[in-house]
Protein backbone atom coordinates (compact mmCIF):
# COMPACT_ATOMS: atom_id res chain seq x y z
CA UNK A 1 0.00 0.00 0.00
CA UNK A 2 3.13 2.19 0.49
CA UNK A 3 3.47 3.27 -3.15
CA UNK A 4 0.01 4.36 -3.12
CA UNK A 5 0.86 6.27 0.36
CA UNK A 6 0.58 10.13 -1.14
CA UNK A 7 -2.72 9.46 -2.76
CA UNK A 8 -4.37 7.61 -0.25
CA UNK A 9 -2.97 10.31 2.44
CA UNK A 10 -4.76 13.27 0.06
CA UNK A 11 -7.60 11.48 0.21
CA UNK A 12 -7.97 11.01 3.68
CA UNK A 13 -7.09 14.58 4.70
CA UNK A 14 -9.47 15.46 1.86
CA UNK A 15 -12.35 13.34 3.73
CA UNK A 16 -11.22 14.84 6.82
CA UNK A 17 -12.19 18.47 5.54
CA UNK A 18 -15.68 17.30 4.81
CA UNK A 19 -15.37 15.63 0.85
CA UNK A 20 -17.54 13.27 1.10
CA UNK A 21 -16.49 11.72 -1.79
CA UNK A 22 -12.89 11.67 -1.41
CA UNK A 23 -13.77 9.41 1.94
CA UNK A 24 -15.81 7.27 -0.24
CA UNK A 25 -12.85 6.97 -2.62
CA UNK A 26 -10.53 6.17 0.34
CA UNK A 27 -12.12 3.57 1.84
CA UNK A 28 -12.63 2.05 -1.57
CA UNK A 29 -9.18 1.35 -2.32
CA UNK A 30 -8.64 0.79 1.00
CA UNK A 31 -10.98 -2.00 0.74
CA UNK A 32 -9.01 -4.05 -1.68
CA UNK A 33 -5.87 -3.43 -0.20
CA UNK A 34 -7.13 -4.94 3.05
CA UNK A 35 -9.01 -7.78 1.11
CA UNK A 36 -5.86 -8.79 -0.30
CA UNK A 37 -3.63 -8.43 3.24
CA UNK A 38 -6.38 -10.50 4.67
CA UNK A 39 -7.15 -13.39 2.01
CA UNK A 40 -3.53 -13.89 1.94
CA UNK A 41 -3.14 -14.28 6.01
CA UNK A 42 -6.58 -15.75 6.47
CA UNK A 43 -5.73 -19.82 4.95
CA UNK A 44 -2.84 -20.22 7.76
CA UNK A 45 -5.44 -19.49 10.29
CA UNK A 46 -7.92 -22.41 8.80
CA UNK A 47 -10.05 -19.64 8.10
CA UNK A 48 -11.53 -18.10 4.19
CA UNK A 49 -12.79 -15.40 2.66
CA UNK A 50 -15.74 -14.99 4.16
CA UNK A 51 -13.77 -14.29 7.48
CA UNK A 52 -11.49 -12.27 5.46
CA UNK A 53 -14.18 -10.00 4.06
CA UNK A 54 -15.93 -9.99 7.73
CA UNK A 55 -12.68 -8.29 9.01
CA UNK A 56 -12.10 -5.85 5.63
CA UNK A 57 -15.53 -4.98 6.70
CA UNK A 58 -14.97 -4.44 10.78
CA UNK A 59 -11.50 -2.49 9.60
CA UNK A 60 -13.23 -0.05 6.87
CA UNK A 61 -16.36 1.00 10.14
CA UNK A 62 -13.16 1.04 12.38
CA UNK A 63 -11.14 3.59 10.18
CA UNK A 64 -14.83 5.47 9.68
CA UNK A 65 -15.26 5.88 12.97
CA UNK A 66 -12.29 6.86 14.60
CA UNK A 67 -10.80 8.43 11.42
CA UNK A 68 -10.85 11.80 13.82
CA UNK A 69 -7.64 10.01 15.73
CA UNK A 70 -5.45 10.36 12.47
CA UNK A 71 -3.16 12.57 12.19
CA UNK A 72 -2.37 14.39 9.08
CA UNK A 73 1.44 14.85 10.32
CA UNK A 74 2.15 11.01 10.56
CA UNK A 75 1.91 8.36 7.49
CA UNK A 76 -1.67 6.95 6.72
CA UNK A 77 -0.80 3.48 5.73
CA UNK A 78 1.11 2.26 9.03
CA UNK A 79 -1.94 3.65 10.88
CA UNK A 80 -4.34 1.45 8.72
CA UNK A 81 -2.30 -1.67 8.99
CA UNK A 82 -2.67 -0.96 12.67
CA UNK A 83 -6.27 -1.28 13.15
CA UNK A 84 -6.31 -4.03 10.54
CA UNK A 85 -3.60 -6.00 12.60
CA UNK A 86 -5.36 -5.39 16.02
CA UNK A 87 -8.84 -6.35 14.05
CA UNK A 88 -7.28 -9.37 13.07
CA UNK A 89 -5.75 -10.05 17.28
CA UNK A 90 -8.94 -9.54 18.28
CA UNK A 91 -10.93 -11.91 15.72
CA UNK A 92 -8.77 -14.69 16.64
CA UNK A 93 -9.04 -14.30 20.10
CA UNK A 94 -13.38 -13.99 19.54
CA UNK A 95 -12.83 -17.27 17.59
CA UNK A 96 -11.01 -19.12 20.33
CA UNK A 97 -13.90 -20.85 21.11
CA UNK A 98 -13.89 -22.00 18.05
CA UNK A 99 -11.65 -24.22 18.77
CA UNK A 100 -13.70 -26.67 20.69
CA UNK A 101 -14.74 -27.99 17.20
CA UNK A 102 -11.36 -28.35 16.19
CA UNK A 103 -10.30 -32.58 16.86
CA UNK A 104 -7.95 -32.28 20.03
CA UNK A 105 -4.79 -33.23 18.26
CA UNK A 106 -5.33 -30.26 15.22
CA UNK A 107 -5.88 -27.89 18.32
CA UNK A 108 -2.12 -27.28 19.91
CA UNK A 109 -1.33 -26.91 15.99
CA UNK A 110 -3.74 -23.97 15.76
CA UNK A 111 -2.65 -22.30 19.07
CA UNK A 112 0.80 -22.67 18.15
CA UNK A 113 0.65 -21.11 14.75
CA UNK A 114 -1.50 -17.92 16.44
CA UNK A 115 1.45 -17.56 19.09
CA UNK A 116 4.36 -18.40 16.20
CA UNK A 117 2.56 -15.59 13.65
CA UNK A 118 2.82 -13.25 17.18
CA UNK A 119 6.30 -13.94 17.52
CA UNK A 120 7.26 -13.49 14.12
CA UNK A 121 5.23 -10.12 14.14
CA UNK A 122 7.39 -9.05 17.27
CA UNK A 123 11.10 -10.37 15.61
CA UNK A 124 10.14 -8.89 12.41
CA UNK A 125 9.40 -5.15 14.40
CA UNK A 126 12.39 -5.94 16.07
CA UNK A 127 14.35 -6.10 13.46
CA UNK A 128 12.97 -2.99 11.42
CA UNK A 129 13.33 -0.57 15.25
CA UNK A 130 17.26 -2.18 15.20
CA UNK A 131 17.64 0.07 11.75
CA UNK A 132 16.69 2.96 13.55
CA UNK A 133 18.77 5.45 15.87
CA UNK A 134 18.38 5.55 19.37
CA UNK A 135 15.98 8.13 19.86
CA UNK A 136 14.41 6.51 17.44
CA UNK A 137 13.85 2.84 19.13
CA UNK A 138 12.65 4.40 21.77
CA UNK A 139 10.23 6.73 21.08
CA UNK A 140 8.31 4.76 18.57
CA UNK A 141 7.63 1.95 21.55
CA UNK A 142 7.04 3.60 24.21
CA UNK A 143 4.24 6.11 22.06
CA UNK A 144 2.50 3.61 19.65
CA UNK A 145 3.14 0.03 20.93
CA UNK A 146 3.43 0.86 25.01
CA UNK A 147 0.83 3.39 24.90
CA UNK A 148 2.40 6.48 26.84
CA UNK A 149 1.70 9.83 26.26
CA UNK A 150 4.12 12.16 24.57
CA UNK A 151 5.21 13.77 27.95
CA UNK A 152 5.13 9.77 30.00
CA UNK A 153 7.61 8.51 27.06
CA UNK A 154 9.74 12.09 27.57
CA UNK A 155 10.01 11.88 30.96
CA UNK A 156 11.06 7.96 30.55
CA UNK A 157 13.71 8.54 27.98
CA UNK A 158 14.88 11.75 29.17
CA UNK A 159 13.77 13.66 26.17
CA UNK A 160 11.63 16.67 25.05
CA UNK A 161 8.15 16.26 24.49
CA UNK A 162 9.68 18.16 20.89
CA UNK A 163 12.37 15.47 20.39
CA UNK A 164 10.02 12.42 21.48
CA UNK A 165 7.19 14.12 18.35
CA UNK A 166 10.36 14.43 15.92
CA UNK A 167 11.95 11.42 16.70
CA UNK A 168 8.23 9.35 16.24
CA UNK A 169 7.45 10.72 12.89
CA UNK A 170 10.99 10.06 11.22
CA UNK A 171 10.89 6.93 12.81
CA UNK A 172 8.02 6.01 11.02
CA UNK A 173 8.97 7.35 8.05
CA UNK A 174 12.06 5.54 8.01
CA UNK A 175 10.45 2.22 8.78
CA UNK A 176 7.48 3.24 5.87
CA UNK A 177 10.67 3.75 3.60
CA UNK A 178 12.67 0.48 4.79
CA UNK A 179 9.48 -1.70 4.44
CA UNK A 180 8.32 -0.02 1.16
CA UNK A 181 11.84 -1.30 -0.56
CA UNK A 182 11.94 -4.39 0.99
CA UNK A 183 10.39 -7.51 -1.56
CA UNK A 184 7.28 -8.12 -1.40
CA UNK A 185 6.71 -12.23 -1.11
Known amino acids: M ?17 DSAAHRALLGRLSKHLR ?21 QEVLIAIHTRRHTYDPNELLTPWVYAIARYKLIDYLRRNRASLANVPIEDAGELIAQDESVASES ?3 LGRL ?9 RAIPYVKLDGLSVSE ?6 MSESAIKVNIHRGL ?10 PQL
Open 122 to 124: MAD
Open 153 to 158: AAVRSG
Open 2 to 18: TSNESELKRLMIAGLAG
Open 36 to 56: AFYKNMMPSYGRGDSDAEDLV
Open 129 to 137: LAQLPLKMR
Open 173 to 182: KALSASISRE
